[in-house]
């Protein structure tokens, strides 16, 4: 008798099978062994794979069956959110991007010397985005290492995959807020030892230079070749807001995209945000390295940066997922920056001749399998594929005091749809996270 825990799901399973292609198994089952998942077929077929799969050996079997309102989801994933900053969601958007980042941003993550409030906070941000169903987020975190480490405890602790980002700043922001170029160096190598330490599967550091203008070529440059020696992902800003992208290019003298391409930051393990304004030559270049954008739509309409075009990007073969920023977005929960994706995308049509606006099963791709390749991590999570470990979620439109009312009964494409335009956190029923259950 094995003791390894097995658990199968039964019900409607809502997943992406492909890139761009959504997937739906009506009475389907989901076999779920400790983290992996082993078989996903239609429920008629599971006889045969209970005894292919000679699941009788096991003592340890648990079923889960879903109601008709439910959905079962893989799980949603942040890929590119700044936890120190969740304190000021909500709040700050009289400014744009550089003078928020002076009058506000800044002026928080200083407070992060502080371990007490750093603890609070993080333990504040991963518990409510694993509420809303994100159960992957790719982090910034903060200037100090210790504060850094203490956001890893924290998704630790309460069950999240992660990446999570030292920052890397030495210029272009407070005295008091800025490191020297070696001590950019000596921390971030340090810290991706701590993390690499701690040996947990679900928790891996990534490489953070805030934006090319918070550091220098010199640095960049040293980052990417610790990155390619490490194998270790990246992910910074790019052309977010014009007065930014204005400054970039007084500094370098080049496109944005070819600046970071200069210092081998543009990798297959990259994440950028935003690529509101990048150029043809831009985006093929981001292409050609297999370099990804992390989409905030929520964050470009409130700090009042730009409308980006998804299809434009998909178009020119640049991998794309969705992150909130916050709290450059106000909202933590992916959920919303679908809704927002969507309206943005809209938005893009009334300007736009002969364009075709994203529909739910669009921004539904990004924020789980299109997350997970612009992550990288698509041979892991991302939806329902035997062998990938079992991040998921169960969404139900019928729970009593939610945003809407479920008065006709739903298919499970329907139950997706009004999930992605009236769900919220009081709709994601139970989180799963590498077979665990953390909701
Ligand atoms: N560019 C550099 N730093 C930041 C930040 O914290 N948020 C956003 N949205 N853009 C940035
Ligand atoms: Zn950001």
New binding site residues.
């Given amino acids: 008798m094995s003791s390894e825990r097995l658990v199968i799901f039964f019900g409607n399973i809502v997943h992406c099978s492909e890139q761009f292609k959504i997937h739906i198994i009506e009475n389907g089952f989901v076999m779920v062994l400790e983290n992996k998942i082993m078989e996903v077929n239609e429920e008629s077929a599971f006889e045969e794979a209970k005894a292919r799969l000679n699941i009788t050996k096991h003592n340890n079997i648990e079923e889960i069956r879903l109601k008709k309102s439910q959905i079962l989801i893989p799980g949603l994933i942040d890929t590119h959110i700044?936890a120190p900053?969740y304190p000021n969601s909500g709040l700050g958007y009289d400014k744009l991007?550089l003078e928020w980042?002076d009058t506000y941003?800044y002026k928080l993550e200083k407070k992060y010397k502080d371990q007490d409030f750093s603890k609070k906070v993080f333990d504040a941000v991963v518990r409510k985005t694993l509420d809303h169903g994100t159960t992957t987020a790719c982090y910034?975190a903060s200037l100090y290492s210790n504060s850094s480490l203490l956001l890893v405890d924290s998704v630790i602790t309460h069950g999240q995959r992660a990446l999570v980002g030292k920052i890397n700043m030495t210029t272009l922001a407070p005295e008091d807020y800025i490191e020297t170029p070696s001590e950019s160096i000596i921390n971030t190598k340090n810290f991706i030892k701590d993390v690499t330490s701690k040996k947990n599967d679900l928790v891996q550091p990534i490489i953070t230079p805030?934006?090319a203008l918070?550091v220098d070529m010199n640095l960049m440059k040293e980052l990417g070749s610790i990155a390619k020696e490490q194998e270790v992902p990246i992910q910074t800003?790019i052309s977010?807001n014009v007065d930014?992208i204005k400054m970039v290019k007084e500094k370098y003298n080049m496109s944005y995209a070819e600046t970071y391409d200069k210092a081998d930051l543009l990798t297959t393990k990259t994440i950028l945000?935003?690529g509101v304004y990048l150029s043809d030559d831009e985006l093929k270049l981001l292409a050609n390295r297999g370099t990804s954008i992390a989409h905030?739509p929520e964050?470009n309409t409130c700090?009042k940066s730009g409308l980006c075009d998804v299809r434009r990007l998909q178009a020119a073969g640049v991998k794309v997922g969705l992150g909130t920023?916050v709290s450059?977005g106000p909202s933590a929960s992916i959920i919303q920056a679908m809704k927002a994706a969507l309206d943005v995308s809209i938005h893009i049509f009334f300007q736009k001749e002969n364009y075709t606006p994203l529909n739910f099963e669009d921004v539904f791709y990004l924020a789980t399998l299109g997350g997970a390749e612009a992550l990288a991590l698509e041979n892991k999570i991302g939806n329902f594929e035997v062998g990938k470990d079992f991040d998921a979620l169960i969404i139900d439109m019928d729970v009593e005091n939610s945003s809407s009312d479920y008065l006709l009964e739903c298919s499970p494409s329907e139950i997706l749809q009004k999930f992605i335009y009236l769900g919220d956190d009081r709709n994601v029923t139970n989180v799963f996270v590498a077979g665990r259950r953390v909701k």
């Fill in positions: 700044h900053q991007l980042l941003t910034f805030r934006f918070s800003h977010e930014e945000a935003h905030c964050s700090l920023d450059g």
